[in-house]
């Protein structure tokens, strides 16, 4: 009896993950345009980047396209994962990794129609970008 009890407590578990990770990758499918970074600035140039920027970022599926300038930089496949860290002094709660490359691991949050991916810490030559969903 503890066994079937176990492994239905188990299934559930199991249920929930993957609702919370098909969860978040709906969030995530869409197309979104880059309008701020935080620190790699460059003297006398704004931070902010205006809509229409060709700085974009899509996701369809397990698919991702990222663009620079509106030219295709890089795409293939992505892998979402709940994991929760302090970076710059804010919660994360989510990872990426693209091309089921580790050296590509990029933390993430969504709020409000905003993605905001974390490449390492600022004090440390990372920098934090904030995407909007269009």
């Not at 599926?61 to 710059?88: C, H, M, P, R, W």
Request: hydrophobic share 35%; proline share 1%.
């Amino acid at each position: 009896m503890k066994t079937y009890l176990s492994l239905f407590l188990f299934a559930i578990i199991i249920s929930f993950s993957s609702c919370s990770k098909s969860l978040i990758n709906d969030k995530l499918s869409g197309n979104w345009e880059l309008r701020h970074i935080k620190g790699i600035q460059v003297a006398h140039v704004s931070p902010d980047f205006a809509p229409g920027n060709g700085n974009l970022i899509k996701f369809t599926g397990k698919t991702f396209e990222k663009y620079n300038d509106g030219k295709l930089s890089s795409k293939g496949t992505y892998a979402v994962q709940e994991e929760k860290k302090e970076i710059n002094n804010e919660q994360v709660s989510y990872s990426i990794v693209y091309n089921n490359d580790m050296g590509t691991k990029e933390f993430f949050n969504l709020e409000n129609g905003k993605l905001t991916l974390y490449v390492g810490e600022i004090a440390a030559d990372g920098y934090q970008s904030t995407y909007q969903k269009l």
